[in-house]
């Protein structure tokens, strides 16, 4: 099973300031195959970044992901207010498809 | 437009048995992989199974394997997850996703959950 760890727990920011999220797996994902998906309370996870970094439809391109191997980042360029959420990033390469335990970005 | 549509949720005792479904529509069904991914109160995602567009091949997480079945009826765009010998720490939020393609693909569309309870 490939373990995912996210880092930071908790990004506390400014609107218009820009986000870095890391998300590392404890072995090489194949074919990059990592998702990030950002998800609101109460609401269901919606899928923001797909093979690493390509954007899903409809997501704006403040939001870009990079990375391969081991290590992948999710950069919001510039924070809207409705971008205080939290992330997750999951890897879709081989079964069990595991999620990392989350980024929360809040409010400074 | 995709719909996926949870049903099932409700109340259990430790022990006891639930089975979630999941109506899907707006996209040819039998053409996608679907999952089952939880959220226990105040928690991150967890995957809990997948199956595959043919209804094949099931995958499962090592917590619930051997305690939970994932099926599909493709004749009635329907994703099942029946879930016995059920314990307190299943309790969640259970969400049913798409896959973005027949399989190796992200979840593209989810539902809005169904919560399920498991206590004494």
């Known amino acids: 099973e490939i373990v995912l760890t996210q880092s930071p727990g908790t990004l506390s920011l400014s609107p218009g300031e820009r986000a870095t999220l890391s998300c590392g797996a404890s072995q090489s994902v194949w074919s990059s195959k990592i998702a990030w998906y950002k998800q609101k309370p109460g609401q269901a996870p919606r899928l923001l970044i797909f093979g690493a970094s390509t954007r899903a439809a409809g997501i704006p391109d403040r939001f870009s992901g990079s990375g391969s191997g081991t290590d992948f980042i999710l950069t919001i360029s510039r924070l809207e207010p409705e971008d205080f959420a939290v992330y997750y990033c999951q890897q879709y390469g081989s079964s069990p498809f595991t999620f990392g335990p989350g980024t929360k970005v809040d409010l400074k | 437009e995709v719909q996926l549509v949870e049903s099932g949720g409700g109340l259990s005792h430790p022990g006891g048995s639930v089975r979630l479904s999941c109506a899907a529509s707006?996209?040819?069904?039998?053409?996608?992989?679907m999952a089952w991914v939880r959220q226990a109160p105040g928690k991150g995602l967890e995957w809990v199974s997948a199956i595959s567009a043919d209804g094949d091949s099931p995958y499962y997480a090592d917590s619930v394997k051997g305690r939970f079945t994932i099926s599909r009826d493709n004749s009635k765009n329907t994703l099942y997850l029946q879930m016995n010998s059920l314990r307190t720490d299943d309790t969640a939020v259970y969400y049913c996703?798409?896959?973005?393609?027949?399989?190796?693909?992200?979840?593209?569309?989810w539902g809005q959950g169904a919560l399920v309870t498991v206590s004494s």
């Open positions: 996703a798409k896959f973005g393609g027949i399989w190796l693909q992200p979840l593209d569309y």
């Open positions: 707006g996209f040819n069904f039998r053409s996608y992989a």
